[in-house]
């Protein structure tokens, strides 16, 4: 059976800790990564956000996302 966008976004989560909007469509040909965050966060799971800015000559200001694990 086929992951949806939502599984499969939340797996890269809890397996690297973060994501951003170029690595999931570029990995996952996933568009709309911030809907899905959106989604995951309305579901109860902890996700922060952090702008960044890329390197180079069109270096350009994205988002990354970061899973909160919980502490046992």
Do not use: P
């Amino acid at each position: 059976m086929k992951k949806t966008q939502k599984e499969t976004v939340l797996e890269h989560l809890e397996k690297y800790g973060s994501i951003n909007s170029l690595q999931c469509v570029l990995k996952y040909k996933i568009l709309d990564l911030q809907s899905i965050i959106m989604n995951l966060r309305r579901e109860g799971y902890v996700i922060t956000d952090e702008w960044k800015k890329s390197k180079g000559e069109f270096a350009n200001k994205y988002k990354e996302y970061y899973l909160v694990k919980e502490e046992n």
